[in-house]
């Protein structure tokens, strides 16, 4: 884990969450191979391997005594699809706690806003060359889904 944003759900203080990201060192493996961009992961790999093949991406977790944290092992907002730019070291995480905002949809409830950064890499190098910011929404409450089971 690299940073993790914790800070109290503004809902329920006595709650917090937060938003660690995961660093994944894959290797060179078939499935590391077929994603976008093959020679640039392999000129970044010459100075160290884990810029070309490790990956990072970010997760939810939550808390009631600030000690013991249950941490959801799917990434709260996935790579997406594999496309340039995407499936590389430094391209998922938080940029800050969610925010209370209105819904765009008319008589909607309000939403939790999510805000992420991910990083553009220089076609020439192995570092970031530009952050760039993304942005979705969460229905107020639900830090997770079914499938990931409870807060």
């Not at 553009?120 to 190098?125: F, G, P, S």
Request: hydrophobic share 30%; proline share 8%; aromatic share 10%.
């Amino acid at each position: 884990m690299y940073t993790n944003q914790v800070s109290p759900y503004h809902r329920a203080p006595h709650i917090l969450v937060g938003f660690p990201m995961r660093y994944v060192e894959r290797g060179w493996s078939p499935s590391m191979r077929a994603l976008p961009e093959r020679a640039h992961r392999e000129m970044r790999a010459e100075s160290h391997i884990r810029y070309g093949t490790g990956l990072t991406e970010a997760q939810v977790m939550a808390s009631r005594d600030g000690v013991h944290f249950k941490r959801w092992n799917d990434p709260f907002i996935p790579p997406g699809p594999e496309r340039p730019d995407t499936w590389n070291y430094s391209h998922l995480g938080m940029a800050t706690q969610p925010v209370e905002t209105a819904s765009d949809l008319p008589g909607a409830d309000r939403e939790l806003s999510v805000y992420g950064k991910g990083g553009r890499l220089d076609r020439n190098q192995w570092f970031i060359q530009a952050i760039h910011a993304a942005a979705g929404w969460v229905r107020l409450d639900r830090c997770t889904n079914g499938r990931r089971g409870k807060c």
